[in-house]
């Protein structure tokens, strides 16, 4: 499955994804990520507070 919130801006975002999902976001200010099972959080700009976790087995969370 494919979320893709990259032409949404918002302030501050939390966002999470599994099993193999993707998730791209727009937060300009604050971005709390967490993944597992393979899934990938996307993000376009480089926010002022960036709280991310990868657990059980990994997962991606990277600038686009």
């Known amino acids: 499955a494919e979320y893709n919130a990259a032409k949404l801006t918002t302030v501050s975002t939390v966002a999470s994804s ?3 999902a993707t998730v791209k976001v727009y937060a ?3 971005l709390e990520a967490k993944t597992a099972t393979g899934g990938k ?3 376009c ?3 002022n507070i960036l709280r991310s ?3 059980l087995f ?3 969370i990277e600038l686009l």
Do not use: D, F, I
Request: glycine share 12%; no cysteine; charged share 20%.
């Open 41 to 43: 959080v996307l993000y």
């Open 58 to 60: 990994g997962g991606e």
């Open 18 to 20: 599994s099993h193999n």
């Open 53 to 55: 976790a990868v657990t």
């Open 45 to 47: 700009t480089e926010p």
């Open 28 to 30: 300009s200010e604050r």
